[in-house]
T-cell receptor, first 117, second 113 residues
Framework: DTGVSQDPRHKITKRGQNVTFRCDPI?????LYWYRQTLGQGPEFLTY????????KSRLLSDRFSAERPKGSFSTLEIQRTEQGDSAMYLC???????????????FGDGTRLSIL | AQSVTQPDIHITVSEGASLELRCNYS??????LFWYVQSPGQGLQLLLK??????LVQGIKGFEAEFKRSQSSFNLRKPSVHWSDAAEYFC???????????FGTGTRLKVLA
């Protein structure tokens, strides 16, 4: 169990630029989640994959955001035309599971901190 | 709407003192309950979880939590706090049929030597 890996750890970019983050889940986990955490707040759910299928997206995930998990392994989160309000920590998590329900604990990576200049 | 409340934003305790962090949720059915800890600049580490059964659950690092259905609470406790416990603690819930966690706003713990 090597843990959930996220890359990069930090990203600084100018407003209007596109950014892409990568998440490598724990190898045997088929579920993958993205959350966003702003200063002083708890993480907020963005989206969820089971294998390669994106099964749920939050209203927080505007049209500028897109997430993929093409082969059911790693995932990418892209933000187009970044805005000041996108500055946050983006956390990826993974878990085992089949069927319905959130009863499998999610294991989190160390996150990617995005700063918009 | 489903929500999680952590009423204490900051808590300061002396090393060796006992600790209780509060968590309340609003939802009709019993959710799955979790406590996570986050050190600065790091991700979240799972401390413990409750799915069903015994309402007192033990976790890592000497933490325990008690689920009280009548109070919709899942408070985290530790009998003797160590300086290394200083961090931010998040309560999270997940509801049957969904996969996303709903997190509280967190409680920042400071430990005095």
């Amino acid at each position: 169990d090597t843990g959930v890996s996220q890359d990069p750890r930090h990203k600084i970019t100018k407003r209007g630029q596109n950014v892409t983050f990568r998440c490598d889940p724990i190898s045997e986990h088929n579920r993958l989640y993205w959350y966003r955490q702003t200063l002083g707040q708890g993480p907020e759910f963005l989206t969820y994959f089971q294998n390669e299928a994106q099964l749920e997206k939050s209203r927080l995930l505007s049209d500028r955001f897109s997430a993929e998990r093409p082969k059911g392994s790693f995932s990418t989160l892209e933000i187009q035309r970044t805005e000041q309000g996108d500055s946050a920590m983006y956390l990826c998590a993974s878990s085992r599971g089949s069927g319905t329900g959130g009863n499998q604990p999610q294991h989190f990576g160390d996150g990617t901190r995005l700063s918009i200049l | 709407a489903q929500s999680v409340t952590q009423p204490d934003i900051h808590i300061t305790v002396s090393e060796g003192a006992s600790l209780e962090l509060r968590c309340n949720y609003s939802y009709g059915a019993t959710p799955y309950l979790f406590w996570y800890v986050q050190s600065p600049g790091q991700g979240l580490q799972l401390l413990l979880k409750y799915f069903s059964g015994d309402t007192l659950v033990q976790g890592i690092k000497g933490f325990e939590a008690e689920f009280k259905r009548s109070q919709s609470s899942f408070n985290l406790r530790k009998p003797s706090v160590h300086w290394s416990d200083a961090a931010e603690y998040f309560c999270a819930v997940a509801f049957s049929g969904t996969y996303k966690y709903i997190f509280g706003t967190g409680t920042r713990l400071k430990v005095l030597a």
